[in-house]
């Protein structure tokens, strides 16, 4: 009767092996947020689908994984309903708890709910699974880790500056080459406004963003589709082939939007946050552009968007301001700003780059190979020692053969074993082997203590 | 149209103090579980529900979680299906997965599918949320974490020691005085056997399970109801009242089971762990509980169960060996042993006896008081220098009321403001205040980097 098992489709399961990479990343982001003074908070993998439903556009509640209610879930329907075959009706019925599809709405629901408690400005980050039914293809998944990073309560353009400062700290650390990719929705307005399209804002960028995949024709050919002006299109002609410096960019940003007033507010704030960039250490090429429009629908300020430059790959890591994320659950005029680390496209370009440090402390750095009952009694107060002396140490726990044993330190990638036979017995000595090299010496237990510290 | 947010029953948000003190639990267990060669593992929030049914007893089916299959569910339905209104037939057909329960059967499943890429013996730790449909009530929920730590494919007493040096380890690290509770399945068996009730091992263990707290006389009782023969229950009598040193009672119990091989058997393996313990420096109380019996059905060896010794609560950590995890799964012979830290009763010990860590290094250190521009102007690169050398640190982002930054930094429990106004500045110099004692020091900034390294 024994299942062949298996697990759902677009899930994974994590080796050991691939954990420790995961970790690798997720403790670089986290130690850095901390030293910018973010703090973590979880909310539930479950909410109400009341919380849920409605934010994500119709497509999003599709993909929410619903979580039937327990018990005789079915006693509550009646004929009708029953009769009506209605699947998504009829979800409503059966189902009132969903999995969380991101960790920006539960976040919005968490700063209301607990908003007596919050210390504002609320510098929080949040690393935590989201699960989406979306058809699973190379690359996405339906259960994954969003890293995000969030400034709630203040509209200073400071922290701004410090994401940035942020993304510039963790790619140094995980010795990424990147670009960060900034603008700001305040300009894009602008520049709907200037050319009389101001109600056309959306169409305007989503055809903007696709400059350097179908070409300026193309994109010229999509305005006219959307029922933008020609007027308005041969204005926006200096402004969607914008080039330069980001000096040359805001400058004639300057002339072109002179007459908008929400234009000029936006270049104002990009050159606060270039202002603040000069004058801090940011080693990071940070770019104007303005045919990034990123999650547009609800971004008010900056938006962000971070790119590997030694490979082609999506974007690694994006964010923005937005004004009014906490005004669906009711609480009106609340600022934010953040960003989000995309964990398994930056695991799948450190792997590709083979930019994963060889070294971990997370794990086995030293075996004891076991010859048996005598050598084991006297190597067990050793492991004891290395191990109060915060070396990660195992001893193979039965004395089976040499080979297999040794399989096992190398299929774990333990650097060193330990040997310890009839002659470093007689001698109170033990042999220690370099895995990589095959050297081999005999050392006093204190030598081998601090040879590994 | 505003909602008031909420969330599930029984589920629960973390707050940053409440992170924070979890995490120096997870932390201090996973780093044990490192220094003894333990790797981590992840597997998927959601399971079949054909790796799940049918491994918790029939309650357990009700406990688990089901997800609703995604798009029109109900065309696969029907019309008699769908008007039986069997709520638990029709789920079998509306849903196919469901939250994992616990970390063991994954775990076994985990073994199983990727047999063939494991370095056995398997030394893995897993610590992620499970999810049960419990009726909500205090100190239980329907989302929590285990933390498991479990060696697979070694039938080795010394993986029992080393989960008993790991237990030592963590909560002398945790600082709480604990008892580490001992029993083996195989001594129980033999006491079902020496007094002629083989086949009652669940019955007789379950009623001596209840001495403390239902009383001799009440547990012979139930041995009457369950049964047992009153000769058997006479035989019972000197091993239900078995005290002394652990020697004293393994002593007693030799003889007890002289004629049951199994029961020789069980009473050899607590010999051999003890003598391991006495060999090593373990400094918890190892006691060696008759009456321990946790997880009977599917345990073979010993029976660990840790509790505080401070505090009137249950079993805070617990485990065993058992010889046929993966059978369900089609593996067999595979043994293993493992234990299971119960980080929410950690957390409420911890919490009532107030011994959490006050320093921390997850936590801002300073915070830089915003004066206005020019100030911000000197501190930036000062504050950018501190963190350089490893130091949270933050600046509130705008120069608001002095009150409401201090009111911040207190809130946040940041031990440490810098004060920076007129004289600072001309001088190039920082106050340093400390928030606990009040004092104030004058500080360059070389000066300031010493101090909070």
Redesign the interface.
Known sequence: M???????KG??????VE??KR?YIFDTIKKVF????F??????????L??LMGKYGEEGD??L????N??????KIDETQ?RE???IK??TK????G?RYDLTVPFA??V???RN?I???F??YQIQ?V?R?DRPQKGRY??FYQCDVD?IG?N?L??EV?LI?IVD?VYKRLQLNVIIKLNNRKILAGIAEVIGEADKIIDITVAIDKLDKIGLDNVNKELVDKGIAQEAIDTLQPIILLSGTNQDKLAKLKELLASSEIGRKGIEELEIVFN?LN???VNTEVELDLTLARGLNYYTGAIFEVKSKDMEFGSITGGGRYDDLT????LKDVSGVGISFGADRIYDVLEQMNKFPEET????KV?FINFGEKE??FC??IL?KL?AN?????????SQKMKKQMT?AN??NIPYVILVGESELEEGMLSLKDMETGEQEKLSPEQLVEKLT
Chains 1, 2 share one sequence.
Request: hydrophobic share 35%; aromatic share 10%; glycine share 4%.
């Open positions: 024994a299942q062949k098992p298996s697990i759902p899930t994974r399961d994590f080796s050991p954990m420790v970790n901390q030293l910018y003074g703090m973590p908070i979880e909310t539930p993998s479950m909410e109400n009341s919380t599709k993909l994984f619903k979580v039937l327990s018990g005789d879930f079915l006693s029953l075959r209605n699947s009829l979800t059966i189902s009132e708890k999995l629901r968490y209301v709910q607990h408690e210390n504002f400005p510098k929080r699974p699960w039914a339906r259960e400034v203040s200073s400071l922290n410090e400062q700290e603040y004058h801090l250490n005004g669906i659950f009711g402390e997370a794990t086995t075996l084991e009694s067990l107060p004891a191990r915060g070396i990660n140490a195992e001893i193979f726990p039965a096992y299929n774990k």
